[in-house]
């Protein structure tokens, strides 16, 4: 069924994420690549709870090709 996601595995997923950014790109671009990642992931979070009441696989399957869509198209733009 469909449950909220625990804060502390939801804290360490963008701790490491943002590490991975941190790492591999400069400090500017590694900024907006999650700024930018987490509001797509906000968006559908908000999205699955307003139409299905929570999130199941197949949304945060969604949520994950949304957000590395948006972080490769600003990796591009930026470095490209």
Do not use: N, Y
């Not at 469909?2 to 900024?31: E, F, H, V």
């Not at 509001?39 to 949304?66: C, N, P, T, W, Y």
């Amino acid at each position: 069924g469909m449950s909220d996601i625990p804060r502390w595995s939801a804290l360490l997923g963008l701790a490491l994420a943002a590490l991975a950014a941190l790492i591999g790109l400069p400090l500017k671009s590694a900024l907006v690549v999650s700024i930018l990642s987490l509001a797509a992931a906000f968006a559908v979070a908000k999205l699955a709870q307003a139409q299905i009441g929570g999130h199941s696989g197949d949304v945060l399957g969604a949520g994950e090709v949304l957000v590395e869509c948006v972080a490769l198209t600003v990796i591009v733009s930026m470095l490209g």
